[in-house]
């Protein structure tokens, strides 16, 4: 067996350099109070011999870890890996590695989960949470050291910071625009009602409907494309056949979308289709699906930027105050007009 060769010490580094072990010490941790020839031959030396600190060590020092946990529902689902695609980047630009977890909304797995980056010390963390309203979550949270940040879902009774967008404003925004195309009797179909997210967009949808003067009709069980089919189908044999269908979610507008092509259903001639949430083969299906659009990388970068204006503020007595102080950003949808609804043309 290969013998593996040692890794290089800081006390390695410092002999070589011809520096005491303080100096690289501070070298690592920025080159302060180094001077630039020196900062120069022990950044050298460190290149040479292939230096990594130990980043356990530092730990134990009471240092940061330079990683950050985000906590999201699903990894596959596009909006949330779109979400902790700009936060990473926001993290890299800080020297920070952001960990993923998913929960598959599942509060049991979000509280063993938030436990496990605990006892890792991240530096911070980012959660969606599965319950908003769920009191060990924000038992938990508000007993945390670190900052936190949610995103697309608040925490109730935590004092943290958190990034949203107008879900309320942007349903109700998409069915007054399907009252506008002349539609009558917009069924809403969606899943997961338990949801902020969802709630605050039934919402929006039935304060359009109402004011219309319009009959609401809501079904909350679609959870794939099984359910999806039997509820279209249902719907479209039934007394009070729809003239369109406002899907909350971007996986429910593609298993619409699905049941309504293998029932022969026309769209948008026989009924009109608007989801909530944009999805990359929107603009190419035929017909083009009418969609609410979130700014989804926009709600990552400004969570993430939060969060380190947070953390680093805690090492500036001069800004502490401003930089601990909970923001709550709401962010504005967009209705995407495509050919499901009725339109003929695709404005961006």
Do not use: W
């Given at each position: ?164 967008t107008e879900n309320f404003k942007g349903a109700k925004m998409a069915t007054q625009h399907l009252i506008e195309h002349g539609c009558k009797h917009i069924a809403c179909l969606t899943g997961e009602s338990t949801l902020f997210t969802i709630q605050e967009r039934i919402r929006g949808y039935r304060a359009a ?140």
């Open positions: 067996m290969v013998k593996r060769k040692a890794l290089p010490t800081l006390s390695e580094v410092a002999r070589q350099a011809g520096v005491g072990t303080t100096t690289v010490s501070r070298v690592i941790n920025g080159g302060e109070r180094v001077s630039p020839k020196t900062l120069a031959r022990v950044r050298r030396v460190i290149e040479a011999l292939g230096y990594m600190p130990n980043q356990a060590a530092r730990v134990l020092k009471g240092d940061r870890t330079k990683t950050i946990g985000l906590i999201i529902p699903s990894i596959a689902d596009p909006f949330f890996s779109a979400c902790a695609e700009a936060a990473q980047a926001v993290a890299r630009a800080n020297d920070s590695l952001l960990i993923v977890t998913a929960t598959q909304n599942d509060p049991h797995n979000e509280l063993e989960n938030l436990n496990v980056f605990i006892s890792h010390r991240v530096d911070g963390l980012i959660i969606a949470p599965a319950n908003s309203r769920s009191p060990a979550l924000s038992d938990l949270i508000n007993r945390l050291s670190v900052p936190v940040v949610s995103i697309d879902r608040p925490i109730n009774n935590a004092t943290v910071s958190s990034v949203l409907v109402n004011s219309a003067g319009l009959t609401y009709t809501l079904d909350t069980s679609i959870k794939d494309y099984k359910s999806a089919e039997y509820a279209i189908e249902s719907l479209m044999s039934g007394p009070n056949r729809p003239d369109a269908l406002f899907t909350l979610k971007n996986s429910t507008t593609i298993y619409a979308f699905e049941a309504l092509q293998k029932l022969n259903i026309s769209v948008p001639k026989s009924v009109a289709l608007l989801g909530f949430d944009d999805f990359e083969l929107a603009a190419t299906l035929r017909p083009t699906i009418s969609v609410v659009q979130q700014p989804i990388e926009e709600i990552g970068r400004v969570a993430a930027e939060i969060l380190f204006e947070q953390l680093l503020g805690r090492n500036d007595s001069a800004s502490s105050a401003r930089s601990t102080r909970v923001r709550r950003v709401t962010l504005e949808t967009r209705l995407i007009r495509r050919n499901s609804c009725g339109c003929n043309s695709t404005p961006a």
